[in-house]
């Protein structure tokens, strides 16, 4: 593929995977494909669960500003903040070198950065850690101890992050969600997801005393084992953190496009 296709990619399997998420939340989500906007938006306090991403390919300075005030007035409409993902090698050149000024006229400002990847990756061996067992989620106990891994990960609020996870069915049934065990304690967390004809890895999160030994990597490689071997896909797809960008290149997933992520000014 190419960087642009990669990109485009990128922004497609974040669509379709939050597209799911957020009805699983609320029925009445606001899921909509606008021209240039897909808007993914459950309204509820956990952020991440409220999303917007601009579709448009290869973007002029023009039209990148035209959709960045779209997507604010859209922002502000709502009760509960969310990001604007912004999927920079959409943009040309010239768009990129005025996002940043384009950005602070619409009202949004730069939160923090990700890194789209992905990977003709599967199958991949089953993983083994010696600190570790396997056990998928499958219940709101699950669901509740995977939240929570999410919080202490991330700094949201407790509240927050089960709010955004227990009572799931889509959790429970169609994603391949797994926790990592040291003994009876859960310490770290992934799930891929099929994601139109991709495996879609997401919510990887290490509890931060038990980090740097292995676990996310761990727990992420049988999160796409089972999902592989339940659905036969070969490529995967993710959205990196700068936490989780290095581990992610030993699995071999390759680094695409940069991504940026947007908040409202205060």
Known sequence: ??????????????????????????????????????VRWADRPFPFYNCLTLTDSGAGPGLLAQRLGQAADIMRAKKHPGFLWLFEDLLDDEARTALTTAAEQAGLQYAFPGTGMAGDLLPIPDPVHPDLTFVRVRTDEHLRAYADLQARAYGFPLEQCRDSLVGSAHWKSTMYAYLGMRGDVPVACAATVEAEGRLFVAFVATDPQWQRRGYGEAVTRKALYEGARAT????????ATVAGAPVYPRIGFKPNTPIGFYHLME
Do not use: K
């Not at 995977?17 to 989500?29: I, S, T, Y």
């Not at 036969?232 to 959205?239: E, F, P, S």
């Open 1 to 38: 593929m190419t960087g642009l296709t990669e990109s485009i990619e990128s922004a497609q399997q974040l669509a379709v995977a939050w597209r799911a998420l957020v009805l699983d939340r609320d029925a009445d989500a606001d899921v909509r494909d606008l021209p240039g906007i897909a």
């Open 232 to 239: 036969g896909l070969t490529r995967a797809t993710l959205h």
